[in-house]
């Protein structure tokens, strides 16, 4: 039962555009999250999060929104950079325990 | 550099074999976390760690066995018990192991059955 989607397994986008990936939970108790970002034979590194008290948190070219009436989370990169082609992974922080929940990852190309 | 390394990046398992896996940290952190990466699939927690001499089973512990001797240290061994261990490795570690705290990850290491 996979907890945690990330419907989308890549992505492409021209560099200077928006990109916007999507992640959904099913676990209406999940109360934070977080972005990963994931270059290859490289371990994921943090992004940013967002906890579900708010619906929107932003970092520099990255902002995550949170809708929790549809149990959905999006990662929006603005302008997208080449730089930023990587493989992105959303979290899930499940209640009463240490654990994560990762989904299982969007590969995003950005096209120069 | 504060940081988190594993070693081997690449490492053979013949069958019947135990295999250790490398994880150590310069963090200072409390907290260590083992996972499993598998093609399309997310990571998965195998076992954690939140302070010396003491550690938890994750959602796949079978075949999989650590310490945690000192601090900076949690190796991970695969036993010949694990009859799927192909997969890439995934050490992390975090302040104190609590909820919501960011974990940080090592490069991996990518174990292969000959």
């Known amino acids: 039962d996979q907890q945690v989607k990330q419907n989308s397994p890549s992505l492409s986008v021209q560099e200077g555009r928006i990109s916007i990936l999507n992640c959904d939970y099913t676990n209406s108790m999940f109360d934070y999250f977080l972005w990963y970002k994931k270059y290859p034979a490289e371990g994921p590194t943090f992004l940013i999060s967002?906890?579900?008290?708010?619906d929107k948190n932003e970092d520099g070219r990255f902002t995550v929104f949170l809708n929790k009436s549809a149990k959905h989370l999006s990662l929006h990169i603005v302008p997208s950079q080449p730089g930023d082609s990587a493989v992105y992974f959303c979290?899930?922080?499940?209640?009463?325990?240490?654990?994560?929940?990762f989904g299982t990852g969007t590969r995003l190309k950005v096209l120069a | 550099d504060g940081g988190i390394t594993q070693s081997p990046k690449y490492l053979f398992r013949k069958e019947g074999q135990n295999v250790t896996l490398s994880c150590e940290q310069n963090?200072?952190?409390?907290?260590m976390y083992w996972y499993r990466q598998d093609p399309g699939q997310g990571l998965r927690l195998i076992y954690y760690s939140q302070i010396v001499n003491d550690f938890q089973k994750g959602d796949i512990a079978e075949g999989y066995s650590v310490s945690r001797e000192k601090k900076e240290s949690f190796p991970l061994t695969v036993t010949s018990a694990q009859k799927n261990p192909t997969a890439f490795y995934l050490c992390?570690?975090?302040?104190?192991?609590?909820?919501?705290?960011?974990?940080?990850f090592g490069p991996g290491t990518r174990l292969l059955v000959l």
């Open positions: 992390a570690s975090s302040i104190t192991g609590g909820r919501q705290e960011t974990q940080y």
């Open positions: 979290a899930a922080s499940v209640p009463g325990t240490y654990k994560y929940i």
């Open positions: 963090l200072n952190h409390d907290a």
């Open positions: 967002i906890s579900s008290i708010k």
